[in-house]
């Protein structure tokens, strides 16, 4: 293999920019040519690829976003879509790729290889944690860390007015950035997609919390079955029925994407961005490279798409436990 390229694609992430970084230089680093194809499966299509040097990726370490831009392409996910992203690989000669980004990402990568044999090594960058065969993903830590931050400013002014508060936090499908900011921030409730919530005993407990304690935080993954923040907030005022109690939302939004990568992320990114090239130059191909248990790990596309990460149970009852 002598020519390779890397794309982000997907939502972005905090710590693509360090992946990507990595990739490059380890590229470099074993003589190969590495490319950079700009917004993901649609650069492709469009043939919007450039050669990249070690200097290309100076003084992006530190940077969140992507300096190769993300998107979500319709039209790779057609058979022609895909045939005029394989003819511009073939016309620049490119025989491995890098793809940093989530489970679609990496569906498209899997059935591209299937059709046209190009060989490719999954980096995981996506904020939500939801990917099967790593610990973490490229940009949980930094989100966490960003709705922790919130959730902190928000505890002050909860307390000052005595006030319920109801967070929303990124989460479509899965609730580790609730989870974990939830114990971080010290949150009465964390309500995620995973587990069935509990209006009925969230209304109880609120009302016997009232008694030893003035201000609550809940906090709410985006895609909880009972609906949003602002949906879960009006239930449960409508059954405490106390017009001395305040009760508000914040959502928490797209600060969660943007913000510098933690420590974690970039070191995170940067060993997942080696063992990419590493593992193309290998032949250890059509998988992702992750971290599990402090050791970084090839996982098959196929298990990566197909197998569900779970929250870790003590979680759950770490948050319930520690809300008396
Ligand atoms: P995130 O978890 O941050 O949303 P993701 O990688 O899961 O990241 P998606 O939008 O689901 O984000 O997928 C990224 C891109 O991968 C899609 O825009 C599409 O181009 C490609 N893709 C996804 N699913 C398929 C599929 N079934 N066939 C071909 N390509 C696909």
Do not use: W
């Not at 073939?90 to 990568?109: H, K, M, P, W, Y």
């Not at 407990?205 to 030893?212: G, M």
């Not at 508000?248 to 997942?272: E, F, N, W, Y």
Request: glycine share 12%.
């Amino acid at each position: 293999m002598k020519k390779i390229a890397v794309f982000t694609s997907g939502g972005d992430a905090p710590g693509m920019n360090a992946c990507i970084r990595a990739v490059v230089r380890t590229a470099i680093y074993h003589g190969l040519e590495i490319y950079g194809i700009n917004r993901g499966y649609e650069g492709m299509i469009e043939g919007d690829i450039k050669r990249m040097q070690s200097h290309s990726v100076s003084n992006i370490v530190q940077r969140g976003g992507t300096i190769l831009k993300s998107a979500r392409s319709m039209e790779f996910k057609t058979p022609e879509g895909r045939e005029k992203a394989y003819n511009q690989l073939q016309s620049l000669g490119i025989e491995g790729l890098v793809a940093i980004g989530g489970d679609g990402t990496f569906t498209g990568a899997k059935l591209f290889f299937e059709e046209y044999g190009i060989p490719t090594v999954g980096c995981p960058g996506t904020i939500d944690n939801d990917i099967y065969g790593t610990d973490y993903t490229i940009g949980f830590d930094t989100a966490v860390n960003t709705a922790l931050d919130a959730i902190d400013k928000i505890r002050d002014t909860a307390a000052a007015h005595d006030r319920v508060f109801f967070i929303e936090v990124m989460g479509r499908d899965a609730g580790f950035i609730a989870v974990e900011s939830g114990i971080g921030g010290g949150a009465e409730f964390v309500l995620v997609p995973e587990t069935k919530s509990d209006i009925d005993l969230i209304v109880k407990s609120l009302k016997n919390l009232r008694k030893s304690k003035s201000s609550s935080i809940i906090v709410v993954a985006e895609g909880d079955e009972l609906g949003s923040a602002q949906t879960i907030m009006q239930l449960v005022k409508d059954r405490i029925q106390d017009p001395s109690k305040d009760f508000k939302v914040t959502t928490l939004g797209h600060i969660q994407r943007g913000g510098k990568p933690t420590a974690r992320d970039r070191v995170l990114a940067s060993r997942c961005g080696m063992a990419a090239v590493e593992g193309l130059l290998a032949g250890n191909t059509n998988c992702m490279a992750g971290v599990i248990n402090g050791e970084v790990l090839y996982t098959p596309f196929q298990d990566c798409i197909g197998k569900t990460k779970p929250i870790v149970s003590d979680h759950l009852k770490l948050i319930h436990l520690l809300s008396i």
